[in-house]
């Protein structure tokens, strides 16, 4: 019985050790990832005036502007939907370096509402890693986040406006 309960004790020990030398390789993997990520965030700044989301009777909201990061050109629209609620689309514009990425291609999104009385501040609205198969202009775009017009508070409208970041990294 000591025998066995002494081999079950080794056996603790060893798997004990493995595991703590998984979480270092974790931590190792997570630090170069970053490395290779953070140089390649462009953060997208996008100013709405707020007369141009304000619901219209019988009408929904579409807003659209290109962006550009890095090399990439695409679209990033604003839609508001039944329920009162918005949602943030990305299209990329093929023939802007699109064409050159091997598909399908990996973007992450944040999306973000400044308060512009503290610009440091900010809240969350999403964040979204999506796979981009082919897509030509006809295509859907994707939906990179969705929020509640109740997000949108007075903190984070400022001359009329609210200011959107989005931090966007094309792998």
Not at 120 to 149: C, M, W, Y
Request: proline fraction near 5%.
């Amino acid at each position: 019985m000591e025998e066995i309960l002494m081999k079950q004790g080794e056996m603790m020990e060893q798997m004990s050790q493995e595991i703590e030398s998984l979480k270092t390789e974790a931590k190792l993997n997570k630090s170069e990832i970053l490395k290779q990520i953070l140089p390649k965030i462009t953060n997208l700044y996008w100013k709405i005036k707020m007369e141009d989301i304000r619901p219209r009777y019988r009408y929904y909201v579409h807003l659209q502007e290109q962006f550009q990061a890095d090399t990439y050109i695409f679209t990033l629209m604003l839609d508001s939907t039944p329920g009162d609620n918005f949602v943030i689309k990305f299209h990329p514009k093929d023939g802007f370096n699109f064409d050159k990425l091997t598909r399908p291609f990996k973007a992450l999104f944040i999306t973000s509402q400044i308060c512009n009385d503290k610009p440091n501040h900010t809240k969350k609205l999403g964040a979204k890693l999506i796979e981009v198969q082919e897509q030509g202009d006809f295509s859907s775009p994707n939906t990179i986040a969705r929020f509640p017009r109740s997000d949108i508070t007075k903190e984070f409208i400022k001359d009329d406006c609210i200011e959107l970041e989005i931090s966007v990294c094309i792998q």
